[in-house]
């Protein structure tokens, strides 16, 4: 039986939500998770349309913690283009593309929290 790391623990809290009055490290985590699990399911338009602007800066403010800065630009770019209204089936294709070539699977995601977390656990409340 697999027996779980601090590390495992904090993500799969921050996948419940419940991490709304956790530390920066925590909050970060959720934001991520969160746009990141309606992205990879609906696209990044529909995502950022199901998350709004507030829970958009947070998914943005997320990103960059973890030091995926460009997916931060991302989701900035995107929210202007889904603002214009222009070929947005174009756009999603695209942006989908583009956020797939730097965020290929979760794992990309569990290995920037990795390194944050070794690095930084004190920016996670305790387990």
């Known amino acids: 039986m697999h027996e779980f790391t601090k590390a495992d623990l904090i993500w799969n809290r921050a996948c419940e939500g419940s991490t709304v009055t956790l530390s920066p490290g925590d909050r970060a985590l959720e934001a991520m998770l969160g746009f990141h ?21 947070d998914a943005e403010a997320g990103y960059r913690y973890f030091g995926l800065e460009d997916i931060a630009d991302l989701l900035n770019e995107a929210k202007s283009i889904s603002k214009t209204g222009d070929d947005l089936d174009l756009w999603e294709v695209e942006l989908d593309r583009r956020y797939g070539a730097i965020i290929p699977n979760d794992a990309t995601l569990a290995a920037r929290f990795e390194m944050i977390f070794h690095r930084s656990p004190s920016e996670f409340a305790p387990i």
């Open 37 to 57: 699990g309606a992205a990879m399911n609906g696209g990044v338009l529909d995502a950022l349309e199901h998350f709004g602007s507030d829970g958009l800066e």
